[in-house]
């Protein structure tokens, strides 16, 4: 995760440069050197270093209370941001009228977009529905990806609102330890009589492997997730704890693994300048070196130099991927030693260290 999330902050750092923000940084215990890479390459950050695991719920709840701006950002580390991110959608937000939580458009390392982006609350026949892999009902599929509008859920990966709204409803449930703290919460925000708004205008991506395994301990969270999530604001009967049961134990063999790309690309490009013989190197293959994408092409990896490229434009090539292209990508980020990246959103990223010499 340390250099996921070293990518995360640079893009975060370059998204504000003309906005007066600051950047929190929440520390569960890693196991890493997440915290000595903050404290030398972003040595402004404030970092939260917990003495123990305390879980997504109250890590973040622990940093909005040192949050000292208008809007508070909850950010996964595992995400990448353009650089007209927050100008975009805090211009948006300023313009609501009863806005509670705004969320934006996810994509994955790949391109591909995360319906998860905009989610109806998972009532309970909804939620058994989703985990018997129908999960039609349990995401606003009625607006478009690229479209504006009503969202009840939004994903904790990436969420908008005014602190002082965060606040008022008591911010994260600590109840929940990881999984379904974010469905709680907008639930929350618009039980208190806010709107929660989608601008699929603004694209982000979310490598949401790092952060969500999908196997049969992300079945048994989500389902205990659930369970709080009903005790708290719904009714539970015998035959939807049955319903739920019978989701939890069929659902890990229900998710889909078909479309995910494999790690064996036949070809690489290199989009940049500079970095061209030091990842011939690394790969142990010629690259083809273009200043820009010209065509996608299958089996194909695309190396993108963000020394070269910026965060939008890297954004823009994924989510200009054509629907059934092979290709992948991976980012070396500015002034750094490595390459990054996910070819799936259900499993662990690759990286890979540039030699030195």
Same mark, same amino acid.
């Given at each position: ?135 039609? %009902?349990?995401?606003? %599929? ?8 009503? %969202? ?206």
């Amino acid at each position: 995760m340390r250099h996921f999330l070293e990518l995360c902050l640079k893009s975060v750092e370059a998204s504000l440069i003309n906005i007066d923000a600051e950047i929190i940084v929440i520390d569960n215990l890693s196991s890493d050197d997440s915290c000595d890479m903050v404290k030398t390459l972003f040595p402004k950050i404030k970092l939260i270093a917990n003495k123990e695991n305390y879980g997504f719920s109250k890590g973040n709840n622990i940093g909005v209370v040192q949050a000292k701006g208008d809007y508070v950002c909850i950010l996964n580390p595992d995400t990448v941001v353009a650089e007209n991110t927050f100008e975009k959608l805090l211009q948006f937000a300023d313009k609501q009228t009863n806005l509670g939580i705004l969320g934006c458009r996810l994509i994955d390392g790949q391109g591909r977009f995360l319906p998860e982006s905009k989610r109806n609350v998972p009532r309970p026949m909804v939620a058994v529905k989703k985990m018997l892999g129908f999960p039609k %009902s349990y995401y606003v %599929s009625n607006l478009d990806e690229k479209g504006v509008g009503s %969202s009840p859920v939004f994903v904790g990966a990436f969420m908008i609102m005014k602190r002082e709204i965060y606040n008022q409803v008591g911010g994260f449930d600590e109840d929940y330890f990881m999984y379904g703290e974010d469905i709680d919460l907008s639930y929350k925000v618009e039980q208190a009589g806010y709107s929660n708004i989608y601008n699929g205008n603004a694209t982000i991506i979310h490598y949401k492997g790092e952060s969500t395994l999908k196997d049969q301990t992300y079945a048994n969270r989500f389902y205990g997730a659930m369970q709080i999530f009903y005790t708290k604001h719904f009714k539970s009967n015998f035959i939807f704890d049955a319903l739920v049961w019978f989701g939890i134990k069929l659902g890990p063999m229900l998710l889909k693994t078909s479309g995910e790309i494999q790690d064996n690309p036949k070809h690489f490009v290199y989009i940049g300048l500079d970095h061209k013989s030091s990842i011939e190197k690394l790969i142990k293959q010629e690259l083809v070196c273009y200043s820009q994408i010209e065509a996608y092409k299958d089996d194909t990896e695309y190396i993108l130099d963000n020394n070269h490229l910026s965060f939008r434009s890297i954004i823009e090539i994924l989510s200009n991927t054509p629907k059934n292209c092979t290709a992948t990508f991976k980012i070396l980020p500015k002034n750094s030693n490595f390459i990054i990246g996910s070819n799936s959103s259900k499993s662990r990223g690759a990286v890979m260290q540039l030699n030195n010499n």
